[in-house]
């Protein structure tokens, strides 16, 4: 897929933001359809397949919830990224949890919200084979030989430090919710408090500054994004 073959569907009922992404959105390169309404959205959907979904939550007539679960549900081949005036994390999370790939919040940068598409499409792109080697700054992990390295320096984690930083490589660029690391990691829903612990004990090791880390990134109320 070339850049400038990507099609971006946005599902937004606010013409100025539609407007908004077209213009921006067409000067990076890619194709721009907008829809005012999920029903619309649909029907689009069924006629051409986009590359990737920009949504708005807060739609007229299907909530944005809904739509996205029920595009999950018929396993779409695209992503979907959240684009909501919402300041609530409930709403965030429940959308990452439904399915949606990232989120972005209004108002937004256009070149943040480039950024995020960007990783969204690269991930949908990559084969289910994990990268051998992880490499971002200083921070290099080898997930085949399980061995991580700061500045050249072997990095001692006990097996759930590296269960977290493991799972968050494999969605590097992308937030993971609480949630979902306490399910894959512990195979349950514990304490979010018992997560904050590990976190913190994580990036003592591998941070150089941990009161203001510059790999693992907190999405507050919502989760963990490790840079790519």
């Not at 069924?46 to 029920?70: E, T």
């Not at 097996?159 to 992308?174: A, C, F, M, N, T």
Request: glycine share 6%.
């Amino acid at each position: 897929m070339t850049h400038a073959a990507v099609k971006i569907l946005v599902v937004d009922d606010e013409p100025p933001i539609r407007r908004l992404l077209d213009v921006g959105l067409s000067s990076q390169g890619f194709a721009v359809k907008g829809a005012q309404n999920a029903r619309s959205a649909i029907e689009m959907v069924q006629s051409d397949v986009p590359d990737l979904v920009l949504l708005d939550l807060g739609l007229p007539d299907i909530n944005g919830h809904d739509l996205l679960s029920r595009w999950r549900a018929e396993n779409v081949p695209f992503p979907i990224v959240i684009l909501s005036s919402r300041t609530d994390e409930a709403g965030i999370v429940q959308a990452l949890e439904i399915g949606a790939d990232d989120y972005v919040t209004k108002p937004f940068g256009m070149n943040e919200l480039v950024a995020r598409i960007r990783v969204a499409l690269r991930h949908r792109l990559q084969t289910n084979g994990e990268k051998p080697i992880f490499q971002a700054g200083d921070l290099s992990v080898d997930l085949v030989k399980r061995i991580v390295r700061v500045r050249g320096m072997d990095v001692r984690l006990t097996p759930k430090e590296y269960d977290i930083l493991r799972l968050l490589v494999q969605h590097s660029g992308r937030v993971l919710t609480h949630r979902l690391i306490l399910e894959k990691v512990w195979g349950e829903i514990s304490d979010v408090q018992y997560l904050r612990v590990y976190i913190r004990q994580l990036r003592q090791k591998i941070e150089e500054n941990p009161d203001h880390p510059r790999y693992i990134l907190t999405e507050t109320g919502v989760g963990y994004r490790l840079v790519e």
